[in-house]
Structures are given as C-alpha cells and as structure tokens.
C-alpha cells in the first residue's frame, strides 16, 4: 500500500511540473498578445485556468500512478504509459504553439493529437485501472472544450 503512495506523489509531481513549465509560455503570451485577440463569449476568465489545470493535473498524476502501480512488467502497463507520456508531452506542447509562438492553427493540430490520445489513455487504463480511466475523463472534458475554443480563436481572428 505505501509503494502505491509514493507513485501517487511522483507522478503527480511530475505532471504538475509540466504544466508549471507550459506556463511558462503561457505566460509570456496570456498578458501580451492574447489580450488583443477577439474573444467568444464562451471564453473563461483568466484566474480560471490555473486552479483547473492543477486539479486535472493533479488527476492525471493519480491516475497514471495507479496503473503504474499495478506493475511494470506488464506490456499493458508500459503501452499505456507510453501514451500518457505522449499526451503529457504534447500538452505541454499546446501551450508553446498557442501562446508562445502565436500559432493557432498548429495549436489546433496539437489540441486533436492530444484529445485523441487522451481518449486513447482512458482506453488503455480501463482494463488496467478502472477509477484511472475515470479521473482523466475531466481532463477529455476540459481538452475537448479547449479544442472548440482553439478553433474559434482561428475563426474569430
């Protein structure tokens, strides 16, 4: 039971450090250049994201901890952390292309590689972890609502 603990703090750890990295070009274009974008009504408020983004982060190092804990050596196991790897890795990504290079449209091909990986993860993690596949399921939520407005940013400007 404790080794399944010590997974949980790590791997949350590390993706809550990758979104403090991706913040890092969040914020260099949140307060600049995003702010003279137009905006659909729908857009959240600025203070929104960051309690969200380390809740679902926080969620997501759960979950991959706990199919991690159920062990390694199985090719299951290492498949689907693979592609949570990916996924982690491309949102990260996201933000650099959106915010830090102000490239909507290839924000908007990463978004949908993103969105289908994570669906692909929730896949993967059912039969392993069933409580994993369902914590990423806010996490689909959250990336499919910012797919829709990734595509209205395109369409707006």
């Known amino acids: 039971m404790k080794s399944v603990f010590v997974k949980i703090i790590i791997c949350v750890f590390l993706c809550l450090f990758i979104g403090f990295l991706s913040g890092f070009a969040t914020s260099s274009g949140v307060d600049t250049w995003f702010t003279t974008l137009n905006k659909p009504f729908f857009n959240p408020p600025n203070w929104l994201f960051a309690p969200v983004w380390t809740l679902l982060y926080t969620m997501m190092g759960i979950a991959v901890a706990l199919v991690w804990h159920e062990g390694w050596e199985r ?24 915010f830090g290079m102000h490239q909507m449209v290839l924000a908007l091909i990463v978004i949908l590689v993103l969105a289908f990986l994570i669906w692909k993860c929730i896949r993967l993690f059912r039969p392993i972890s069933s409580l994993a596949s369902y914590l990423l399921i806010p996490y689909l939520a959250w990336v499919s609502f910012a797919t829709i407005l990734n595509a209205t940013f395109i369409y707006l400007n």
């Not at 090719?75 to 959106?98: C, H, M, P, R």
């Open 75 to 98: 090719e299951d196991v290492k498949t689907a952390i693979y592609i949570f790897v990916a996924q982690l890795l491309l949102n990260g990504f996201w933000s650099i292309a959106f």
